[in-house]
């Protein structure tokens, strides 16, 4: 098996830029945050745990909002806040997640809602609040963390597959109506990362994602920084000429 290697950072990379991050707290989330702030960015952190607000002290500069991302009201405030804070919003990665797994005919259909809030409901709040901000800046770029499951099956990943399917295709169309004005919009589309993701779900959570090792012909899951890194290239000029693009951080899952 071998080792994601260490990688360098350039620490002005995002000057002047102001970025929203939700799913903030832990994750693939907090090294997002610990990227864009590393690197210059002025940041607005957004998560419903409470230890979202442990950013400001460790990351400071960083702003923190506390909030439901399935509500309307935490994205408009996230948003106001980073305008009102930062003078403007340039990147938002909407990271924030939720996973299921459950056969069909077991999933209920509160597991079905509760699931797409969090994973469609919510990012397309985001994503709008956002649009609004950047088309008044001139621009701007929307990232946001998917899966694999958004191009192949997954057993007793129903909800979650058809959530990250409809955020594969909500990037799309915010590519399309966002080209005209400089907004561009990509997706991650992660394959299994080495996170507390499931723990509320299952009990055997370490040694589920573990199972999944050999199903990358990289012979391991991924850490939350290699994930946040392609998320940062997305939100940066280097990718300036990249949009509406599902772009595979996957360890070679779906190739196989």
């Known amino acids: 098996m071998t080792s994601p290697p260490t990688l360098a950072t350039d620490a002005t990379e995002f000057d002047g830029r102001t970025a929203l991050v939700t799913g903030a707290a832990r994750g693939v989330g907090k090294e997002t945050v610990a990227l864009l702030h590393a690197r210059g960015a002025r940041v607005v952190a957004v998560d419903i745990r409470p230890e979202n607000r442990l950013l400001e002290q460790e990351f400071p500069g960083v702003v923190t909002v506390a909030g439901d991302v399935t509500r309307e009201e935490t994205a408009d405030l996230a948003v106001r806040t980073a305008v009102d804070a930062f003078g403007g919003l340039d990147i938002l990665v909407n990271n924030a997640g939720r996973t299921l797994n459950k056969p069909v005919t077991e999933t209920t259909a509160e597991d079905w809602d509760s699931v797409l809030a969090v994973n469609a409901r919510g990012a397309f709040f985001f994503a709008r609040e956002a649009f609004r901000a950047m088309k008044e800046r001139g621009g701007g770029a929307i990232v946001s963390t998917g899966s694999y499951v958004c191009t192949v099956g997954l057993p007793e990943g129903a909800a979650y597959s058809a959530s990250k399917g409809a955020l594969a295709q909500l990037t799309k169309v915010l590519a399309l109506e966002g080209g005209p004005v400089g907004i561009r919009a990509n997706l991650v589309a992660a394959g299994v990362v080495e996170t507390d993701f499931l723990d509320a779900f299952r009990s055997d959570s370490r040694a589920y994602l ?22 940062c290239f997305l939100a940066s000029p280097r990718s300036g000429f990249v949009t509406g693009a599902v772009v595979a951080a996957d360890g070679g899952f779906t190739a196989a």
Not at 210 to 231: C, K, N, T, W, Y
């Open 210 to 231: 573990a199972s999944f090792a050999d199903a990358h012909p990289l012979g391991r899951v991924a850490q939350p920084r290699e994930i946040a890194e392609v998320l």
